[in-house]
């Protein structure tokens, strides 16, 4: 049920995209305003680093390091690409057909080149993130690892608003994309 609410939510935010792009812009605009205090070189410094954990560079060396501190049968291991490689490509083909422009960049930061929608690095958090802070709370019921994947989770979804990397509608589609993939490989 859970894998199904993920996938149907994230449809009907990427049909909001596709179909009504102006209602979308506007909820975008009004939340970008509210964020607008971290829009400055200090606030940068400070996000740039934690955006590391959803970039390609910070999730093959976290699922590689995760392949050497875990027990991951092939089996997991299997679910663990499977999530990680179905979440990127479907998000490289729905980035491709929404085409949806970038927020306005700063001058202190470079331009990004790819479309928006969804999120790349929030989409590719919460799928590795997700997957691993499940796998862990599932052999040893803490709460800890739960904790912190979602706090990673939620700094990387954070760190691209306040870049202004993506707007807020495109880090949900993210969170909503990497968690149907998780939830997919495990059944939910």
Partial sequence: MITLTLFVSFGILTAAVLLAPRAVQHIDTAIEKRLSFFATPRWTRFFKPITFFGSAGGIIGFAILATFTAPLDVVVM????????????MAQIVKQVAARVRPREHAWLPPFPQYSFPSGHTTAATALYGFLGLFWYALFPLPIFLIVAIGIILAVGFSRLTLSAHFALDVLGGFLLGGFWVALALGL
């Fill in 78 to 89: 299997t679910k663990l690409v499977v999530v990680l490689g179905g979440s990127t490509l």
